[in-house]
């Protein structure tokens, strides 16, 4: 018997090692081996810093910048449940790889009873004892402890279960008491459902947790474009109450013209025109700085100081202007919402070998140890040990087809997982291409723009002075101040490009996954 028991368990431990889930093989994305290069796309830096290297705190060069994405790291709401999501995943996975140890419990019991035959049952159930007579502990009365009449319900030495008060036709009250440990229902996984349900379960948490990085990384990247947003607009609002000032100035002499009659009619309306878009765009400005402020304390999730904010975005030099412009497009593939999808589709894969597993027989083992006793004091004594094993085999025969079924449902996920991986890298790829394209151009966008804003004002200065000689109407000085305004307006705005596009850059490419990741030091992925 005992043979048969050590072959069974090597048996078991021989099919342990099987694994029904297929073989995970990362797709291949439909997108080019090198990220764009040539044309509008910037030229290779080789010398430049690898990007998932630089953590924000290096890139970011404005102290206020900085601190304000601290206080947004430490207080955004999204982040905060971004994190509560991973630590629900992690929960959910230790729950899940808990089922691969038996659970070992520890029980006690004292049943009293005058019911000889409920006895009798009580002592064939918790414990393996035999039955005799003689001057062993059997099932009779006389010298032993038994159920029956006359001196015994056998012959010989009986095995019985301990001693104390004598079980028998004069018995009145009987008291037994037991002490055991063991496990109840433990799936032996032969074909590897439990293991593939937790390979799922861990999967996933890794899945969280690259969705955590994802968000804050983005959310890094929406603070410090936000914070640019609101310095932009502050240099908006100077500009357009600079020009009010001068636009007032410049309809007050008009109209003063008007009225002797040195100036038409013509002339007064247009400078008017002119003073009246200035007085809105101040409005505008206003209504939008304080939605920007507002936007700034969403993020961050705290009310935000005066002392963290900008006075102005100037020339732009908020962060780094130097990031790498030909690199491969393997990058793209440790970006956290990539590492996310290819996280599911690995659990996806584990799904599948579960549902595979569970056409298969299921063995559970149910067994105890312990000791019984007809007194409190002779549970650890010589003859009342006990043992139980039950081991136990299901085979499914018919289901209606739940089992086939529940295989082809996560074979269908396991599909969908890909092409939502090959979407994530395909996307990826995508926005680190239109970033680099704006940022192999934005520099002369804003040396375009700067050159346009230095025409124009010479232009207004040229027009003034021509217009004060007398030489031309004051109809072409309001035609160059007002281009000179537009210039100055859209100087700024293509400076809050280049900055906005720096960001989206370093964000895109996975900026600061090494240099400012806690995250990624977790134990449970060594």
Not at 61 to 70: C, M, P, W
Not at 185 to 206: I, K
């Amino acid at each position: 018997m005992k043979s048969k028991c050590v072959l069974g368990l090597l048996a078991a431990t021989a099919l342990a090692g099987c694994n029904l889930a297929p073989k995970y093989v990362r797709p291949v994305g439909e997108v080019p081996a090198a990220l764009p290069a040539g044309g509008v796309y910037p030229a290779a830096e080789n010398d430049a810093p690898d990007v998932t290297k630089i953590g924000w705190r290096a890139f970011f060069t404005d102290d206020r910048l900085r601190s304000t994405i601290a206080l947004g790291l430490e207080n955004n709401r999204d982040l905060r449940i971004a994190a509560a999501n991973v630590l629900q995943a992690r929960a959910q996975y230790r729950i899940q790889r808990a089922d691969l140890l038996p659970t070992v419990a520890l029980s006690g019991s004292a049943t009293y009873t005058n019911n000889v035959q409920g006895a009798a049952g009580a002592l064939g159930g918790a414990a393996s004892g035999g039955a005799g007579t003689g001057t062993g502990t059997g099932v009779g009365t006389g010298t032993g402890t038994g159920v029956g009449t006359g001196t015994g319900a056998g012959t010989g030495t009986g095995a019985g279960v301990g001693t104390g008060a004598a079980i028998g036709s004069g018995s009145s009250d009987l008291q037994f008491y037991s002490l055991n440990a063991g496990v109840s229902a433990y799936e032996v996984d032969l074909f590897g459902r439990v293991r593939n349900l937790s390979r799922a379960a861990l999967e996933q948490y890794f899945a969280t947790e690259a969705a955590q990085r994802a968000t804050r990384i983005s959310l890094i990247a929406e603070i410090a474009t936000a914070w640019m947003t609101f310095a932009s607009d502050q240099d908006q609002l100077r500009i357009s109450q600079q020009s009010l000032t001068s636009f007032q100035q410049s309809l007050e002499l008009t109209r003063a013209q008007f009225r002797i009659g040195v100036a038409s009619e013509l002339e007064a309306r247009q400078a008017e025109t002119t003073y009246q878009t200035a007085r809105n765009d101040i409005a505008v400005l206003k209504t939008r700085l304080a939605q920007d402020k507002n936007a700034l304390d969403l993020l961050v999730g705290a009310p935000i100081g005066p002392d963290l904010l900008p006075q102005g975005l100037g020339s732009g030099d908020s962060a780094l202007n130097v990031l790498p412009g030909g690199i491969s497009s393997d990058v793209l593939l440790r970006r956290p919402d990539v590492l996310q999808a290819e996280h599911q589709l690995v659990a996806q894969n584990a799904n599948i070998g579960a549902a595979r597993a569970a056409l298969f027989p299921t063995i559970s083992l149910t067994a105890t140890v312990g000791t019984i006793s007809t007194a409190l004091s002779g549970l650890f004594a010589g003859g009342s040990f006990t043992y139980t094993g039950a081991p136990s085999i299901a085979l499914p025969i018919f289901d209606g087809g739940r089992r086939r079924s529940n295989l082809r449902s996560a074979e269908a996920q396991q599909q969908a997982a890909v092409s939502t991986y090959e979407r994530a890298v395909q996307t990826a790829f995508r926005e680190v291409a239109d970033a680099l394209a704006q940022r192999g151009t934005i520099d002369e966008q804003v040396s375009a723009q700067t050159a346009r804003v230095n025409a124009a004002t010479a232009a207004l200065r040229i027009s003034d002075a021509r217009y004060r000689a007398g030489v031309e109407s004051f109809l072409n000085t309001l035609d160059s101040q007002r281009t000179a305004y537009a210039a100055q307006q859209q100087l700024v705005t293509t400076r809050l490009n280049r900055e906005s596009n720096l960001v989206e850059l370093y964000r895109s490419l996975g900026g600061g996954l090494e240099g400012d990741d806690p995250a990624a030091r977790d134990p449970l992925r060594r």
